[in-house]
């Protein structure tokens, strides 16, 4: 089993940054394909980015350019920089993981999921 807990959450103006981290425990996830997500109110959760190595990540083009993810295998923990946030970024965001290495973009490709971080850019 593995479980993620995310940090990094709050509020902040539009054109502002953020940095949410995501802690793993359980399992070493340095082989994991690691992924965020987010959830507005009332849509549907959707992919934001995943990494599946040090240089191997993908972005949902919404974010593309303007967030960053990445991972340190020696504290077991995912990042995602984000930059130029605009209230549009408003939602939950949540960390995923995938015990394989992979383009996984869907939610239900990954078997473990975090508790959420809530953001909120203002206009």
């Known amino acids: 089993q593995v479980q993620l807990v995310e940090s990094g959450g709050g509020l902040v103006q539009a054109g502002g940054s953020l940095r949410l981290s995501c802690a793993a425990s359980?399992?070493?996830?340095?082989?994991?394909?690691m992924g965020w997500f987010r959830q507005a109110p009332g849509k549907e959760r959707e992919f934001v980015a995943a990494?599946?190595?040090?240089?191997?990540?993908y972005y949902a083009n919404t974010v593309k350019g303007r967030f960053t993810i990445s991972r340190d295998n020696a504290k077991n923990t995912l990042y995602l920089q984000m930059n130029s946030l605009k209230p549009e970024d408003t939602a939950v965001y949540y960390c995923?993981?995938?015990?394989?290495?992979?383009?996984?973009?869907?939610?239900?490709?990954?078997?473990?999921w975090g508790q959420g971080t809530q953001v909120t850019v203002s206009s």
């Open positions: 995923a993981a995938r015990g394989a290495v992979g383009w996984y973009t869907r939610r239900n490709d990954y078997d473990y």
């Open positions: 359980g399992r070493t996830v340095s082989r994991y394909t």
């Open positions: 990494v599946m190595s040090a240089t191997s990540t």
